[in-house]
T-cell receptor, first 113, second 115 residues
Framework: GENVEQHPSTLSVQEGDSAVIKCTYS??????FPWYKQELGKRPQLIID?????GEKKDQRIAVTLNKTAKHFSLHITETQPEDSAVYFC????????????FGRGTSLIVHP | EAGVAQSPRYKIIEKRQSVAFWCNPI?????LYWYQQILGQGPKLLIQ????????DSQLPKDRFSAERLKGVDSTLKIQPAKLEDSAVYLC?????????????FGPGTRLTVL
């Protein structure tokens, strides 16, 4: 089955700095890679996703890159703000037919004012 | 639109007792997922339904866990008997899957504590 590794487990930055979270996956058939933000005590919410037919996707201060050859993808947050503080999860899965997402263990991002 | 609803929000039981969780997905969403999220870890898929059929339950501990979605809408997840290691948040999610959109919408979760 799919195995997703996520690093780092914790990330502490100053407000305004950039933050990068990296994930690797094992199943070359995976083609859909969502990122979720989970604030303390709340449900995970999708913040951005990328499919294997593109290498990069950007949405305001958030971007995701995908390297299919190396089987890794990364989340980039620029100009971080205190409200970005949360746990971020990456996931990998296949679209079409059975969609069985495998999540990483999460990265706790702390943005210091 | 209304989100995914789950109940109860919190449950405390003793080991060897039974417990059931309920989920109501977003209206019209054909696919429903149950996840187990242990503290400090990512969600782990337990079972996935497409309408009222099981798509995948390979990670469901079937000796104690069961789930059903009889009419293809609401779903229940049951644990019988519970163990200490079952303490976790149980998340329900749903997705449309009728288009190319695969986004899952999560419910608020049920926090289970087994004493």
């Amino acid at each position: 089955g799919e195995n997703v590794e996520q690093h780092p487990s914790t990330l502490s930055v100053q407000e305004g700095d950039s933050a990068v979270i990296k994930c690797t996956y094992s199943d070359s058939a995976s083609n859909y890679f969502p990122w979720y933000k989970q604030e303390l005590g709340k449900r995970p919410q999708l913040i951005i996703d990328i499919r294997s037919n593109v290498g990069e996707k950007k949405d305001q201060r958030i971007a995701v890159t995908l390297n299919k050859t190396a089987k890794h993808f990364s989340l980039h947050i620029t100009e971080t703000q205190p409200e970005d503080s949360a746990v971020y999860f990456c996931a990998a899965s296949r679209t079409g037919g059975s969609y069985i997402p495998t999540f990483g263990r999460g990265t706790s991002l702390i943005v210091h004012p | 639109e209304a989100g995914v609803a789950q109940s109860p929000r919190y449950k405390i039981i003793e080991k060897r007792q039974s417990v059931a969780f309920w989920c109501n997905p977003i209206s019209g969403h054909a696919t429903l997922y149950w996840y187990q999220q242990i503290l400090g870890q990512g969600p782990k898929l337990l079972i996935q339904f497409q309408n009222n059929g099981v798509v995948d339950d390979s990670q469901l501990p079937k000796d104690r866990f069961s789930a059903e979605r009889l009419k293809g809408v609401d779903s229940t997840l049951k644990i019988q008997p519970a163990k200490l290691e079952d303490s976790a948040v149980y998340l329900c999610a749903s997705s449309s899957r009728t288009t190319s959109e695969d986004e899952q919408f999560f419910g608020p979760g049920t926090r289970l504590t087994v004493l």
